[in-house]
């Protein structure tokens, strides 16, 4: 059988790095079960203010940018193996994720401040 | 397909002009490593991932363009765009709570079916990748449900306001990349009943599941800043 060689584990192959060991069901059940519980967080935390904790409004949307930040970096880190792939494949996510945010920020700074004058 | 480790601590892997020791010989899910020693399917895959995150961005931001500012834009003599009900008077949270903890299960089994092929469990594979089929089509029944309450019972379809466009408009395109890929992995599910897939194809479920799980991932930005955020600040 004619066989082909590429890097193993950790290895650096043209600036970036190669893949390491996927991992296995029983973390893929143990991220399901955080990424449950984070968004049970979310639900519940979104019903404080009803609860008499009126105080905790100004504090909800960043929680719930950090706790979707929180499940976005499981999903696409372990579910989608970017932890444990290549290196060039985080970078091109990332890269284009910076694209998007940056024309996010521009696009809202637009309309909610220059184009309605505030 | 046999792997070895060489003295240099390589991975040895057959390379693409080889025969197949599935059987099928057609090369369908192999390693295709480029001059890089990257998979240049699952490359491909990435690029297309990354070209879809301006698309959801681009939704994204337009849905939050004009929210919570109606005063305004009735100030600026705009106000037909926020005519009709507003996100927090519609939403469900309960409801899209459920659904998005449906996407998210759905996630779990995906990366079962992948771990199932790999380790060549053809049952457990098929099961695996119906039941996150299944799971996408709950969702979508959850999505087709919700559409329809809103235009019912609330009054709010595309061209209510700028909130009915924007919204029907982001939700309505991730439920049909959520459509396709239960249509590919059902597609998945009947070619491993016909062919089985054996660990060197085990590729070809892992693209379907980059594809799933960036579904679910922008339904996680969409469930905060869509669902969660509006309520929250009762825009």
């Known amino acids: 059988m004619v066989t082909q060689e590429v890097p193993a584990h950790g290895a650096d192959h043209g600036g970036h790095t190669e893949a390491h060991a996927h991992p296995g069901p029983k973390t893929y059940i143990q991220i399901a079960v955080i990424l449950a519980i984070i968004t049970a967080i979310e639900v519940f935390i979104l019903y404080l203010p009803e609860m008499g904790f009126g105080a905790a409004r100004p504090f909800l949307v960043p929680a719930f940018i950090i706790l979707s930040v929180l499940k976005f970096v499981l999903v696409v880190g372990w579910y989608m193996h970017l932890k444990f792939d290549d290196s060039f494949y985080l970078r091109m996510f990332a890269f284009s994720l910076i694209i998007a945010l940056t024309l996010a920020t521009g696009f809202i700074a637009l309309f909610h401040g220059i184009h309605l004058g505030l | ?235």
């Open chain 2, 1 to 235: 397909m046999a792997t070895a480790i060489s003295e240099q601590g390589h991975i040895l892997q057959p390379a693409h002009d080889d025969g197949h020791d599935d059987g099928h010989g057609d090369g369908h899910g192999e390693s295709h490593a480029g001059s890089m020693g990257l998979d240049m399917v699952k490359l491909l895959m990435w690029t297309f991932i990354a070209s879809e995150c301006l698309l959801f961005g681009t939704l994204i931001m337009s849905f939050l363009a004009y929210l919570g500012r109606h005063e305004q834009l009735a100030a600026h003599g705009l106000e037909a765009m926020w005519k009709g009900p507003l996100p927090h008077e519609v939403y469900d949270i309960p409801y899209t709570s459920v659904s998005a903890f449906v996407l998210l299960l759905s996630s779990l089994t995906m990366v079962l079916a992948l771990a199932a092929a790999q380790a060549n469990q053809q049952r457990q594979l098929r099961i695996w990748l119906v039941a996150t089929a299944l799971l996408g089509t709950v969702f979508l029944g959850g999505q087709f449900f919700e559409f329809t309450t809103f235009k019912t019972h609330e009054n709010l379809w595309f061209d209510t306001n700028q909130f009915g466009s924007t919204f029907f408009l982001l939700t309505g395109f991730h439920g049909a990349h959520v459509t396709v890929g239960a249509i590919w992995l059902l597609s998945l599910w009947l070619y491993s009943l016909r062919y089985g897939i054996p660990p060197s194809k085990a590729r070809i479920v892992e693209i379907a599941g980059l594809y799933w799980h960036f579904v679910d991932v922008v339904w996680i930005v969409i469930f905060t800043v869509v669902y969660l955020t509006p309520v929250a600040l009762q825009f």
